[in-house]
C-alpha cells in the first residue's frame, strides 16, 4: 500500500506473481499459451517462469497435457500464517494504509446475530482522532460499513429499510438517500458516511468476504471530519477496496471464480 516512487520493481518477480495469482484463480490447469493471452505476458518469458517455478515445485507441470497449476510447494510459504491470529495477519496491510493516509483505520468481525465488533484498530501517529473501544459493538447496517453490507448481500429495498431503521443514528441520512448509498457501493465496493452514524465523523469503509461471499472482515478509515478533502477520501476508499481484496484471497481464499453479480 505505500508509494512505489523510488523503489527499484522487478518485473520477472511481478510477471512470476500474476502467473501465480491466475492458476490460484482459475482452480484448474492451464497451458503456458493461454497464460500468456491471459496476463498478457510474451509466451516465451511465460515458459521460462513457468519452468522455474516448476523446477522449485510452486507449479505443478502435466507433460501429457502440457498444463500447469498451483503445486504443494505454496504450502510451504503459507504454513507459518495458517495458525495465526487472523487481525496479526492483517495488521501489516491495515496498518500501512493507517500511516499512508494519516487516518485511524478500525478493523471490525461480523456476527451471527447481525453486528460488528471492533477487533483491532490502527492510527497514524500524531493526529487528532475520535477513539472507539475495542470490543465496540454497532448493528451490522451502521454507517458505511452496513450500506456495503447491504450492498455485498444484494438485499432488496424492504429488508434494508427495516436493517437501517435498527441503527441509532445521530443524524439520520434518511433512508432513501442511504438506498441510494447502498445501489452506488453494490459498484464500487465502498461507502461513506459523513457524521450521520457519529456526528462529526467521516468514515469510508469496505468489507471482505469468505469464499462463500458472507462478510467477514470490515475494514474502515475514521477521520475527524474536515481533515480529508473529497479526493483524499476517495483514495482512502480506493486502498481499502485493494485491501480487502488482499485479505479475501490470502485469508479466505476468495478468488474471480467465486464472484458473482451484486456489485461485486
Not at 119 to 142: E, K
Not at 206 to 226: E, M, N, Q, V, Y
Request: charged share 20%; aromatic share 6%.
Amino acid at each position: 500500500m505505500a508509494d512505489d516512487a523510488g523503489q527499484k520493481i522487478v518485473p520477472a518477480v511481478q510477471n512470476a506473481i500474476s502467473i501465480l495469482r491466475l492458476l490460484s484463480a482459475q482452480g484448474s490447469p492451464m497451458g503456458a499459451t493461454q497464460i500468456a493471452r491471459e496476463t498478457g505476458l510474451n509466451v516465451s518469458s511465460v515458459f521460462n517462469i513457468l519452468r522455474t517455478l516448476s523446477h522449485e515445485g510452486i507449479v505443478n507441470f502435466d507433460p501429457e497435457t502440457k498444463t500447469y497449476r498451483i503445486g504443494m510447494g505454496v504450502i510451504e510459504f503459507a504454513v507459518p500464517v495458517l495458525g495465526a491470529d487472523p487481525a496479526d495477519v492483517i495488521r501489516p496491510l491495515v496498518n500501512a494504509i493507517a500511516q499512508e493516509h494519516q487516518v485511524m483505520i478500525a478493523l471490525w468481525q461480523f456476527t451471527e446475530n447481525d453486528r460488528i465488533v471492533l477487533i483491532d484498530r490502527f492510527t497514524a501517529p500524531r493526529i487528532v482522532q475520535a477513539v472507539i473501544a475495542r470490543g465496540s459493538r454497532l448493528p451490522v447496517f451502521a454507517g458505511a460499513i452496513g450500506r456495503c453490507y447491504a450492498a455485498t448481500l444484494g438485499l432488496d429495498k424492504e429488508t434494508t429499510r427495516k436493517g437501517y431503521a435498527g441503527v441509532r443514528w445521530q443524524s439520520a441520512p434518511g433512508f432513501e438517500r442511504y438506498w441510494q448509498d447502498v445501489i452506488l457501493a453494490r459498484r464500487t465496493g465502498t461507502s461513506h458516511d459523513s457524521g450521520h452514524l457519529f456526528r462529526g465523523l467521516d468514515m469510508v469503509a469496505a468489507l471482505a468476504r469468505d469464499a462463500r461471499g458472507t462478510p467477514r472482515i470490515g475494514l474502515s478509515g475514521i477521520s475527524i471530519s474536515g481533515q480529508h478533502e473529497a479526493d483524499g477520501l476517495a483514495h482512502l476508499a480506493g486502498a481499502l477496496v485493494d485491501a480487502a481484496g488482499r485479505i479475501e484471497r490470502g485469508l479466505f481464499g476468495r478468488n474471480a471464480a467465486c464472484r458473482t453479480t451484486n456489485g461485486e
